[in-house]
């Protein structure tokens, strides 16, 4: 059986394809950042002091959400951030309420406000009494702010960022 040219093409397209698919993606084999609750922060903390790393975040954020899909998918970010910190993803607007280190934190600017900031967003993200995403807070082992970042941080300038 001789094939005609156009079918030899058509397998060597899908032999190429094949291949292609077959073959392992750096990508693929990244872990993602395993960001914790602030309540397994607490118990993280109690186990195993740490330098946190917190990303404060709000749904309608662009910035924000191009740093989850530009710079929090950057294998050298995702490797530092889970050898070295607790990493903690918090919505600034949440309206769930948050225990650590015993004391409660809650939104009460639910229905209050138009853009309403949790205690927690307000507590360790504001500058001068405003809180504006993304926001990007470094502590150290004891909880102490080392460094705040207010802006989108590129994979590069997060990295020095995180290398303090």
């Known amino acids: 059986?001789?094939?005609?040219?156009?079918?030899?093409?058509?397998?060597?397209?899908?032999?190429s394809?094949?291949?292609?698919?077959?073959?392992?993606?750096?990508?693929?084999?990244?872990?993602?950042?395993r960001w914790l609750s602030?309540?397994?922060?607490?118990?993280a903390l109690k186990k195993?002091?740490?330098?946190?790393?917190?990303?404060?975040y709000t749904d309608w954020?662009?910035?924000?959400?191009?740093?989850?899909?530009v710079?929090?998918?950057?294998?050298?970010?995702?490797?530092?951030?889970n050898k070295e910190y607790y990493a903690v993803r918090f919505d600034a607007e949440t309206d769930l309420e948050v225990t650590f280190e015993g004391q409660i934190f809650k939104n009460e600017e639910i229905g209050k406000s138009r853009i309403p900031i949790h205690q927690l967003a307000r507590l360790l993200a504001s500058r001068n009494g405003?809180?504006?995403?993304?926001t990007m807070v470094i502590l150290d082992e004891e909880f102490?702010?080392?460094?705040r970042y207010f802006e989108y941080m590129s994979s590069k300038r997060m990295l020095r960022a995180l290398a303090l």
């Open 61 to 69: 954020c662009t910035y924000c959400r191009k740093m989850d899909k």
């Open 38 to 43: 602030f309540e397994e922060l607490e118990t």
């Open 1 to 15: 059986m001789i094939l005609k040219p156009y079918k030899v093409a058509i397998w060597g397209i899908f032999a």
């Open 71 to 81: 710079v929090f998918t950057k294998p050298e970010v995702i490797d530092l951030l």
């Open 17 to 33: 394809c094949a291949l292609l698919y077959s073959l392992p993606s750096s990508a693929q084999n990244v872990l993602p950042v």
């Open 130 to 134: 405003t809180f504006a995403p993304p």
């Open 48 to 56: 195993e002091p740490k330098p946190v790393f917190i990303d404060f």
């Open 144 to 147: 102490n702010v080392t460094a």
